[in-house]
């Protein structure tokens, strides 16, 4: 088996692992790292060469632009003293605290190399966060946080890393040199994402055609990570700054088709790279921990000291900075999305799952210095690297379904249900609105008047049945079995369309761009219901 070969095995058991996870309530990262992990045991199966330097710039954009589809500005601005708390305050704790460990027990390591490790096991995963807790049905208010949490933290790990590795082969370190940097990065990836965001959306209303514009949202995470990097820039704040402008201002209310499509195509996206980036790190696995004989016992205890670290520590600052944000939220009474029980804490701090970035980071440590030396300690860290991702990420996110059900966390379905039936409600009334000032500009008959009011009513009633008076809701309960009956025979009738369209593909004579178009014709009526 070639490396070609086996990049399609993973990006395979990425699409079919998926109704596996689901039907074993396992989240899909932890039974990709699995299969990777098998993979490598076998013989016919090659090493994985991939140039650590890549694997950040390849995986990374697309993975946090698929995120953040899924967010909105709002909820990070909203959020923003919970999302510092974590992606910067418990970065930097967790930094320092590694490194002190690491340099009293790990030998040969240096201070700026200890540092090194810090930053990279810091950062839980982004995507290993949202796509565990985000199968779990926990509460949204949780999975904001998360989400901000995971989204931004690689911004202060990266930074303070490539200062820490810069120390390490030149052995020289300033603080006030290192603050410096990590503004500067802030500043350029902010301007970069911003300025990138803007172009990408006047871009949009001129290229038209959904799939260009499609095809122009998968080359802009790209573009923005690595302009940033040339500029000396966060390419991760550059994207997600990229990321939050066009979620708010790429598509247009009746950009129906270019929506659809767009969340479609970045599920694929989101599904088929996080699945292959899942699957990689469980081939690295093998490599990382082939320790030479000797040397596992010590290297073991180091790797569960670190370990130790970094969870334990995680639950030490997230009680009491929950209890502080309770405190503060209480007191100024704002819409703020945290952690409002225990139990949702301790939820919290099992899903500090370490995943890509940390792995891209490890693997991304230089093999020598300035002075034609060895990296400090390298493969020990690498070891304690892939130790972090590899108990955080099986053992957190096996135990996390368990862990949810046992303290009873879920989602606020009763407030969900509310807010779409408010939403069905705006939306029904914009809807009559319209109408009122058509009417008044328009001459209806009296049959298309009726069929019209019929129609705006039913744009509320059929997102939240609720809407509908206690009284009328038999009636308007038969209209719609009704209804549903019209669309399933309609669907039946542009099926047999489809079937003779498709049939006439292969006839002599008939040009299939035509036929093309038909079918997408009909395939369009199927999508809207018409």
């Known amino acids: 088996m070639d490396q070609l070969a086996l990049f399609f095995v993973i990006a395979l058991a990425a699409i079919v692992l998926v109704p596996l996870a689901d039907r074993l309530t396992l989240p899909t990262p932890v039974l990709m790292t699995l299969f990777g992990g098998v993979l490598a045991l076998i013989p016919q199966v090659p090493d994985v060469h991939i140039e650590p330097s890549l694997i950040l710039p390849l995986l990374l954009p697309p993975l946090l632009y698929a995120a953040v589809q899924r967010t909105s500005w709002r909820q990070f601005a909203i959020n923003k003293r919970a999302i510092f708390l974590l992606a910067v305050g418990l970065v930097f704790v967790t930094t320092g605290a590694v ?10 390591i240096s201070l700026a190399a200890a540092f090194a490790l810090g930053a990279v096991v810091a950062p839980p995963d982004p995507v290993a966060a949202t ?30 890393y490539n200062v820490a590795v810069a120390a390490a082969v030149s052995g020289d370190f300033s603080v006030g040199h290192a603050v410096l940097e990590l503004l500067l990065n802030a500043v350029v990836a902010v301007v970069i994402g911003l300025v990138l965001g803007w172009g990408t959306n006047r871009l949009m209303t001129v290229v038209g055609e959904p799939t260009l514009q499609i095809g122009l949202s998968l080359l802009v995470p790209y573009a923005s990570y690595a302009l940033a990097q040339e500029l000396r820039g966060s390419g991760v704040l550059a994207v997600l700054t990229t990321a939050l402008f066009l979620a708010e201002h790429a598509f247009e209310a009746d950009d129906v088709q270019a929506r659809l499509v767009g969340n479609t195509f970045w599920e694929i996206v989101d599904t088929l790279v996080t699945g292959v980036a899942f699957g990689l790190i469980g081939l690295e696995l093998h490599d990382v921990f082939a320790v030479p004989d000797g040397h596992w016992e010590s290297m073991l205890r180091h790797a569960a000291l670190v370990v130790a670290v970094v969870v334990g520590l995680r639950l030490l600052y997230l009680l009491p900075a929950s209890w502080v944000a309770r405190k503060l939220h209480s007191l100024r009474d704002v819409a ?22 940390t792995v891209a980071l490890a693997l991304a ?11 400090p300690a390298r493969r020990e860290l690498l070891f304690i690297s892939f130790s972090v991702v590899l108990v955080t990420l099986v053992v957190q996110g096996l135990t996390l379904p368990w862990l949810v059900k046992r303290l009873e966390v879920s989602s606020d379905i009763e407030a969900e249900h509310d807010l779409e039936h408010a939403l069905a409600v705006r939306a029904m009334t914009a809807a009559r609105i319209r109408l009122k000032e058509i009417e008044r500009t328009e001459t209806l008959d009296e049959e298309l ?71 997408r014709h009909l395939d369009l009526r199927s999508m809207r219901g018409l």
């Open 449 to 519: 008047s009726e069929m019209l009011h019929r129609r705006a009513f039913e744009v509320g009633t059929r997102i939240s049945p609720d809407i509908v008076e206690y009284e009328r809701r038999d009636s308007h309960t038969r209209r719609l079995a009704r209804i549903k009956a019209l669309r399933h025979y309609q669907e039946d009738m542009l099926s047999a369309a489809r079937h003779e369209v498709l049939a006439a593909r292969s006839e002599p004579g008939i040009d299939p761009e035509v036929v093309d178009r038909v079918l």
């Open 99 to 108: 490194a002190a460990v690491a340099e009293a027990i790990v030998p040969g």
């Open 131 to 160: 796509a565990v807790a985000g199968s779990l049905g926990l509460p949204r208010r949780m999975i904001s946080v998360l989400e901000g949490e995971g989204l931004f933290n690689d911004v202060t790990a990266i930074v303070l």
């Open 336 to 357: 703020e999305e945290i952690p409002m029980t225990w139990s949702e804490t301790i939820i919290m701090w099992w899903s500090g799952m370490r995943g890509v970035v």
């Open 365 to 375: 440590l230089p093999l020598t210095t300035d002075h034609l030396t060895d990296f």
